[in-house]
Each structure stands twice: as structure tokens, then as C-alpha cells.
């Protein structure tokens, strides 16, 4: 059964960072790809960043030379690194692996940035 547990997200001041990690059993975590999403309070989930399985990374506009995606196969964890954030960065933070046609998800964490 394929688990994927979200950890680090918290309250932080506008400006701060945080690091969001995401730990994957019960799939090979090593070939799939994986990405993170939010979704704000009345607003639809949307695509942050995702991570091939050879390393390659897309990230949303809105995130772009704020937010970093990486991956440590060996400890099947993806990671977000947060730096510089907003208010309008405020959401649920969920971790995605994309296995061919199927999406797995976790369960979330909340990220509140205040101003």
C-alpha cells in the first residue's frame, strides 16, 4: 500500500522559510515522479513544483527562484524548500507521485505565512 506522509509545515512570518519533506513507502519511489501542490482556502489545488525521476524540475511562476524541489532516492523523501514567503503562499501543502497513470496523494500540511 503506498503511504506518503507530509511533514514540516508550520506558521512563519512573511520573509521566512520552511522545509516541507515527503516520505514514500510501499512503492518503488525511485522511478516515479513527484510534486508538490497546495490548495488555499475556497481556491482549487494547484501544481508548486514537480521532480522527475532523473532530477528534472518545473515550478509554478508564482514560486519560481523562491521555492526549490529536490529528491533523496536513498531515503525515498522529496522535498520543498520554502525561502522568501508570502502571504498568498497561505495553503495545504500536498506531496504527489505519479506512477504511470496513477496519482497518489498524502495527506497534507498547513502552511500559514502572516504579514
Known amino acids: 500500500q503506498v503511504h506518503l506522509a507530509e511533514s514540516g509545515g508550520g506558521l512563519v512570518q512573511a520573509g521566512g522559510s520552511l522545509r516541507l519533506s515527503c516520505a514514500a513507502s510501499?512503492?518503488?519511489?525511485?522511478?516515479?515522479?513527484m510534486g508538490w501542490y497546495r490548495q488555499a482556502p475556497g481556491k482549487q489545488r494547484e501544481l508548486v513544483a514537480t521532480?522527475?525521476?532523473?532530477?528534472?524540475?518545473n515550478y509554478a511562476d508564482s514560486v519560481k527562484g523562491r521555492f526549490t524541489i529536490s529528491r533523496d532516492n536513498a531515503k525515498s523523501t522529496v522535498y520543498l524548500q520554502m525561502n522568501s514567503l508570502k502571504p498568498e503562499d497561505t495553503a495545504v501543502y500536498y506531496c504527489?507521485?505519479?506512477?504511470?497513470?496513477?496519482?497518489?496523494w498524502g495527506q497534507g500540511t498547513q502552511v500559514t505565512v502572516s504579514s
Open positions: 504527489n507521485m505519479r506512477s504511470g497513470s496513477l496519482d497518489y
Open positions: 510501499g512503492i518503488m519511489f525511485s522511478i516515479n515522479a
Open positions: 521532480i522527475t525521476r532523473a532530477g528534472y524540475t
